[in-house]
């Protein structure tokens, strides 16, 4: 494969990965709008955003390692027309029972690429440069949710239709993705098995299972912390602040997202231990200052707490993903991608899901609060682990030893 054709690669999934990051947050905005329009309960809003998580972790527990064995595009062009259908039934939903059916699908399409596309990154990484494929991995992802929220918030406040056009917008990019993906070079990474691959379970091969227990804490409270803003920030902007723009709740998810997502990347050749450290510090202190800002009604400081969320959110997520894929073998890439976002998902989701069903009963303010101080509690957790016990370094120092040899490699045929 020649080196422009593996740049080319690499750009496209890259580019599929955020059209379907920018999908699965684009809905956030809508849901106080089928709120309104239907009278649905918080519990019943909290189960649209959860249903989805419940499709993504299924197809991962089930597919997640597909791609490992049957090869990259026969497991991504069917997940990308996955995700068209699904944009098309939340588009034209009538009532809520189609808006969960959508979501299901979305979970489904997202739990084939997750493992597909981020091992395809690290297949078609420029050579000697394996960091930035993991920086990628890392990063991409909530800079979707950010484009997503932001898109989702700008053409309800704006656009006619806001209910729908957003869905079309998204569908006809994603046929366009579909149509272009179906030229992406990806190596022959196959191997015997995809039956038995079928059969519900994680990846974590036992080199990889210390190091993951060792940024497992970091995961949990990043991704605890994407769950708050895609699953309740809405409500929280519209309610709590009576803020009712959905620009605005948009921006407020993209501030945690999109500049986590920026973070990742201005870190990436930073020591990874150093940047779980720092975000897992920014994880205490964005969430704590949440905290005064929902107590004392306070709409800018509530912004300011999530942009410093944001720091940590990326920082946190990005150096413990990058010691992880330090020592995971090709063959196991895709396997052990979609196995960490079983985790990072459940995060996501299970927090999220309960706060919206205790909201009737104590109350958004309240719930808003507890679930900031869970975060804090598992941040500080996380960052006691990192600074009592940093084994993981070793990890990354090998990577970056490897990234030099692979470099001086050409030089020495010279």
């Known amino acids: 494969m020649s080196e422009a054709t593996r740049r080319f690669g690499f750009w496209l999934a890259s580019a599929a990965i955020l059209v379907f990051s920018a999908a699965v947050a684009a809905p956030s905005p809508v849901y106080p709008l089928y709120q309104a329009k239907w009278g649905l309960s918080p519990a019943v809003m909290t189960g649209i955003f959860g249903i989805y998580v419940a499709g993504l972790l299924a197809g991962l527990l089930t597919a997640g390692s597909l791609s490992d064995h049957v090869g990259r595009r026969p497991v991504i062009l069917p997940a990308v027309t996955i995700l068209v259908a699904a944009l098309l039934v939340l588009g034209t939903a009538g009532d809520p029972t189609a808006i969960w059916i959508g979501r299901v699908l979305e979970g489904l399409a997202m739990s084939l690429v997750v ?28 800079l979707g949710l950010a484009v997503g929220a932001v898109l989702g918030g700008a053409l309800v406040e704006f656009a006619p239709d806001p209910s729908r056009l957003v869905y079309f917008v998204l569908a006809v990019v994603t046929l366009v993705l579909l149509v272009v993906l179906w030229f992406l070079p990806t190596p022959r990474v196959r191997r015997p098995g995809a039956v038995a691959s079928l059969r519900p379970t994680m990846t974590m091969p036992p080199k990889v299972r210390g190091v993951f227990l060792a940024v497992l804490g970091c995961l949990l409270a990043a991704w605890a912390l994407g769950g708050l803003y895609l699953g309740l920030g809405a409500s929280v902007v519209a309610t ?153 370094r070793a990890a990354e120092v090998a990577a970056e030893g490897d990234e030099i040899a692979q470099e001086q490699e050409p030089a020495a045929s010279l």
């Not at 930073?270 to 202190?285: E, F, K, N, P, Q």
């Open 115 to 142: 493992g597909s596309l981020g091992a395809t990154l690290l297949d078609l990484a420029p050579p000697g440069n394996a960091r930035l494929a993991a920086t990628f991995n890392g990063s991409l992802w909530p």
């Open 240 to 392: 709590v602040f009576g803020i009712h723009a959905a620009l605005a709740a948009g921006l407020a998810m993209a501030a945690v997202t999109g500049v986590g997502a920026i973070t990742g990347i201005l870190v990436q050749r930073r020591d990874a231990v150093h940047v779980m450290v720092g975000g897992s510090t920014m994880l205490v202190i964005g969430p704590a200052l949440m905290i005064v800002a929902v107590a004392t009604d306070t709409p800018w400081l509530f912004f300011v707490a999530s942009v410093v969320s944001g720091i940590g959110f990326g920082a946190g997520f990005q150096g413990g993903l990058r010691l992880i894929l330090a020592e995971v073998a090709e063959g196991d890439r895709a396997g052990v991608l979609s196995s960490v976002y079983v985790v990072c998902y459940c995060a996501f989701c299970l927090p999220a899901l309960a706060a919206g069903f205790l909201t009737p009963v104590l109350g958004l303010k309240e719930v808003v609060l507890g679930y900031a101080a869970l975060v804090i509690a598992m941040a500080a957790v996380a960052l006691l682990i990192q600074l009592l016990k940093p084994s993981v």
